[in-house]
């Protein structure tokens, strides 16, 4: 009898050919570039930020993608790959699903460092506004400081900015409970005033300003 080739014979065994797409190095490394951006990511990615972020596309990202769903295929795994608004996500699993609904049940810690402080005050009294002016203001990254505001339910989504395409965020009746506050209204006034939505882009402005000046050293 002639011997089956190699490749076959894995085949028939069960096996896959060595050189499938969901085992070429370049595949592997693209997906867990992409596990690595929707674990980190607290919305779902679409297909279009994937290929900005990675440089890859067409059928080289989808199978990227596919193996990213294969790895977390488990029904009994902690974490399942899900495909939602538009995009993907890496979420709890639902054999998880007792453990994280009691979690998410105990009492939130609100808990702020300085950072989220200063990030919560500029997202209240100029929202909605974007991750990006919010940097520009602090003359520093703002996206684990939001991201975590997002996760505390202080602030959330509120749109996305017209030419940018930014999301951009305003405070929550959660922030309003924190502090004490029946509305946005009870806000403390900025310099002794009550600050009008002309009032609110001036001063987002001279915040910018302000903030690149510090930055060029000139302030």
Do not use: W
Not at 55 to 81: C, W
Not at 184 to 197: H, I, M, Q, V, W
Request: glycine fraction near 8%; charged fraction near 30%.
């Amino acid at each position: 009898m002639t011997d089956m080739p190699e490749e076959d014979t894995e085949t028939a065994a069960g096996g896959h050919p060595p050189e499938t797409e969901n085992r070429k190095p370049e595949t592997a490394a693209l997906a867990r570039d992409i596990e690595a951006v929707l674990f980190i990511s607290p919305e779902p990615v679409s297909l279009e930020v994937l290929a900005e972020v990675t440089g890859a596309g067409g059928e080289k990202l989808a199978h990227a993608v596919e193996a990213v769903r294969d790895k977390y295929s488990d029904p009994e795994g902690a974490i399942a790959f899900a495909e939602v608004a538009g995009g993907y996500t890496l979420r709890s699993g639902d054999a998880a699903r007792e453990a994280v609904e009691r979690f998410c049940a105990r009492p939130a810690d609100y808990t702020l460092s300085s950072a989220a402080m200063e990030t919560l005050a500029i997202i209240a009294y100029l929202q909605p506004i974007t991750r990006p002016e919010v940097a520009r203001i602090r003359g520093v990254g703002a996206d684990t400081v939001v991201a975590n505001l997002l996760d505390k339910g202080l602030v959330e989504e509120a749109g996305r900015h017209r030419q940018s395409g930014a999301v951009r965020y305003r405070t929550t009746p959660a922030f309003e409970k924190l502090f004490g506050l029946s509305g946005l209204a009870e806000l403390p006034a900025l310099d002794g005033f009550e600050a009008t939505a002309q009032d609110v882009e001036e001063l987002r402005e001279k915040l910018f300003t302000a903030a690149e000046k510090r930055n060029s050293g000139t302030l």
